[in-house]
């Protein structure tokens, strides 16, 4: 591991001794080199965190439109300072608020997405069964032009987290001011 050597020089006719040692780094470099292994074939790469966004067929470059029952439709209005008004179906004059707290936007996703499943026991439509009835809850997003963008992030994590099974964007409100 570690040498001493003494060499004998003759400086003006004396004669000095020195002493000068020299230190065997194999060992410390394979330990270093197996902990930086050990480290780099233990470690997790950080995984993305994307939202999966599944378009609707085109027909001729433009989005097929489905027909969807009114009863089934959420709309959630996002405006500024943090504020959500929502209507249900097609009566815009009806909105209520709502905001982004436990009690807010969360609870009001699930009672939509829910709320014919508990009472008349009618399963959701997570995919087509055979022609039974099924409760096939929509929610629409239209963001505001003076919306914030992160508003838009955090309702989409809303939804994912409460499993609503469709969902939408609608910027037609954003382009028309």
């Given at each position: ?5 003494a060499?004998q ?7 000095t001794?020195?002493k000068s ?12 080199f ?11 790469l950080?995984?993305?965190k994307l939202?999966?966004l599944v378009?609707?067929p085109?027909?001729d470059g433009?989005?097929?439109r489905?027909?969807v ?5 959420l709309?959630?209005?996002l405006?500024?300072d943090n504020?959500?008004s929502?209507?249900?179906?097609g ?11 436990p009690?807010g936007?969360?609870?009001l996703?699930l009672?939509?997405v ?6 008349q026991?009618?399963?959701i ?6 022609g039974?009835p099924?409760?096939d809850p929509?929610?629409?997003?239209k963001?505001?032009?003076?919306s914030r963008y ?11 987290i ?9 910027n037609s ?5």
């Amino acid at each position: 591991m570690a040498d001493i050597h003494a060499h004998q020089n003759e400086y003006k006719g004396k004669k000095t001794t020195r002493k000068s040692g020299s230190i065997d780094m194999t060992a410390m470099v394979d330990v270093a080199f197996l902990l930086l292994t050990f480290f780099v074939l233990t470690a997790t790469l950080q995984e993305e965190k994307l939202l999966e966004l599944v378009m609707p067929p085109s027909v001729d470059g433009e989005p097929a439109r489905a027909e969807v029952l009114e009863e089934r439709v959420l709309t959630l209005v996002l405006k500024r300072d943090n504020k959500i008004s929502y209507y249900y179906g097609g009566e815009e004059s009806d909105q209520d608020l709502t905001s982004f707290s436990p009690d807010g936007v969360r609870k009001l996703i699930l009672d939509h997405v829910y709320a014919r499943t508990r009472t008349q026991r009618i399963p959701i439509c997570v995919k087509q069964n055979s022609g039974a009835p099924c409760w096939d809850p929509v929610i629409v997003i239209k963001p505001m032009p003076d919306s914030r963008y992160q508003n838009l992030v955090d309702l989409l994590d809303e939804l994912v987290i409460t499993g609503a099974p469709k969902y939408a964007i609608d910027n037609s409100a954003s382009s028309n001011k």
